[in-house]
Structure formats: C-alpha cells, structure tokens
C-alpha cells in the first residue's frame, strides 16, 4: 500500500491539475505578452488629405462596396423574378451571395482600407477611435457612391425586370410593423459590428497568437446568418450604402418610407457594439494608466 501511496504522491507532482481551456490565457498579464494598447485615433487628422494612401483607401471602399452591390442584387433579383424558390438559390442562396461577398472582398481590402464596406461599421470603428473623423467621413462617402454605382450597373442588366422585381430594395415586410424592422436592423448590425471588433482585436491577437484567425471569416459568417433571420422581415439591411444605393436606384415611394429604419437601426447597433466591446469587454475605461 505504501508503494501505491508513493506513485500516486509521485504522479500528482508531474501532471499537476490543468486549468480549464480557455481560462489560462485570461488570467495571463497583458505584460506577458508585450501588448500595449495603441493610442486613440486623432478626431481630424489634416496630414491624411496630403497621403496617397488615405485617398487609395477610399477608392478601394468604393470598388468594393460596388461589387457588392453588383453580385447581391443580382442574386436577389434572381430569386424574386422566378415564378418557384426551388428553381433558385432562395434565401440560403441569398444570405450565402452577402456573406461570401463580404468573405472576400473584407479579406481582399482589409490590408489597404480595413475593409469596412459599410457605413455601420466605419461608425462603430469611429466610435472606439480606431480612425479619425475626417477617414469616417470620407469611407462613408465612397460607400454609398460604390453602392449607387453597383445598384445602377444592375438596372442596365435587367432594364425589363428592375422595377417589376422591386430593384432588390429594403423594406419593411407585409405583417410586421416599423417597429419591428427597426429592431431587426438594431440586433443585426449589433451581431455584425461585434463580430468585427472581436475579429480584428489586437489585444486577442497577441493573447491568443497560437490560434490562427482568419478575420474576414467570421465577420462574412455573421453577415450570412443574420441574413438568414432578418430577409423575411426587412430583406435585410445592417448596410445603409446597401439600402440607399438600392433605394436610389429603384426610387419608388415605398422604399423611401422605410429608408429611415436602414440608417437609424445599424447606427444604433453599430454603437451598442463598440460600447459593449470597449466598456464591458474590453474594460478601457476602467483601466489604470
């Protein structure tokens, strides 16, 4: 018994009791792992408006905002002008098209702009000063043009169906109120805008640089699945460059009633999200210099 007692005794000290995954690394100190948390963006930055890479950045939010537009509008119009959704991809075909699109065009412009391709989350970024104002502004502008370019190019495409098939524009659906879509676009862009700052954190990076994390995967993942929830309710915006160049385009009373809701909601979200992830996940406020 005694020789039974000594192994055991022997064993405990080489394999001692292992932390529960996921909890070592959060109890690690941010010393450890060398991170600093990097200033605050300035609110205007006047020496962006003298850089070729600020305005490179812009062009690239342009061309990628436009090509999404192009490839999701085309799905849409696909599904809405046949007479049977088996024929078609359907809704699954659709949200997959937006998250796909948002998959690859985030991995192909994250290097050069960030990859925003949406107004929401350029604001939710602003917010937690990830970039100056002037950078948010100019984003946003170049966003909604893209949108309005890629919509229009579509039109040219399907001239005999664009207006029959409703252009692909958002809008609250039949049965449910504006209260209801307002809340769907609030909760979807909370989702998306979220998904975003935990992607891209920095601090997450260093901490857990043994897990590889492929950024644009789950933000377009996040795009796919509220798509998903909310196209039976608003077609889904969680875009207001999407749903402004598709209402523009189109440009029919009924999409310019609900407009409101595909602005107001994803900024509300878009705020929610930074004001979670930097406050309560984060904790930067409580953090002591």
Known sequence: MEGKEEDVRLGANKFPERQPIGTAAQSQDDEAKDYKEPPPAPLFEPGELTSWSFYRAGIAEFVATFLFLYITILTVMGVVKSPTKCSTVGIQGIAWAFGGMIFALVYCTAGISGGHINPAVTFGLFLARKLSLTRAVYYIVMQC??????????????KSQYEIQKGG??????GYTKGDGLGAEIVGTFVLVYTV???????????????????PLPIGFAVFLVHLATIPITGTGINPARSLGAAIIYNRDHAWDDQWIFWVGPFIGAALAALYH???????PFKSK
């Open 145 to 158: 043009l893209g949108a309005i370019c890629g919509a229009g190019v579509v039109k040219g495409f399907e």
């Open 169 to 174: 524009a958002n809008f609250v659906a039949p």
């Open 197 to 215: 700052f935990s992607a891209t954190d920095a601090k997450r990076s260093a901490r857990d640089s043994h897990v590889p994390i492929l950024a």
């Open 278 to 284: 930097q406050v309560v996940i984060r904790a930067l």
